[in-house]
């Protein structure tokens, strides 16, 4: 099997999960951190999936699955542990031309889910086309060791120096060298290291007067704010 890759925008879209157990939770929470609107069905619920339900976080209709819960929704996912049950599951999103996974079945999906290792906003997949989910996780593991969290900080910095120079009416194209020269002269070094007066002068020097960290990166709240 070859896939195509592809990253969903799901922000307010409805999306179903059928199955409320330790699986199905992962899953949930998944997709609300994605900014999904979750309907949960499932007879038995963890005590995750309850409290999310008692929060409004998600739908829950906890009971048996019909076949028109799907009816609306743009993807979804089976995560119970009765054949019969995710193959109608499968069935009947397919019927609807739907995006569908049933949890470790890849037989009878149209998609499958990355191992994901994400960093704010930079996220990194790793599939092997469902031939070895364990060898993935591997593979998760290592690059969450290699790659931490001043990857998505300078993300977020790379992405507020984009718009501030498209709302001074730069080209996009003449970007390019800019961004080039900024990474390799070690701005990820100095995110990592915290150190903000170093990340001044580079920015000066390569992108002028008025580029500063603390004004292009938003202070975080302090206790009780």
Known sequence: MRYYPVN?????????????????????????????????????????????????????????????????????????????????????????????NIADRPEICNFILPAIVRRGDFVMAVSTAGKSPAFAKHIRKCLEAQFGPEYGELLDLMGAIRSRLLAEAHEPEAHKPLFEQLISENLLDLVKDKKTDSIDRLLEKVLGPGYRYDSLMPSEPQPGE
């Not at 922000?11 to 999904?36: D, E, F, H, M, S």
């Not at 949960?40 to 963890?46: A, D, L």
């Not at 008692?54 to 009816?71: F, H, K, M, N, T």
């Not at 995710?86 to 609807?96: F, H, L, P, S, T």
């Open 8 to 100: 969903l925008d799901i922000r307010n879209r409805p999306c179903l999960v059928v199955g409320g157990g330790r699986v199905g939770a992962r899953k949930v929470a998944t997709l609300i951190q994605c900014g999904a609107v979750v309907t949960v069905v499932s007879p038995r619920v963890t005590t995750a999936v309850k409290q999310l339900a008692e929060d409004e976080a998600i739908v829950l209709e906890q009971r048996p699955y019909r076949s028109s819960d799907g009816e609306g929704m743009f993807l979804v996912i089976g995560a119970t542990d009765d054949e019969t049950l995710n193959r109608q599951i499968n069935a009947d999103a397919e019927g609807r031309h739907q995006l569908c």
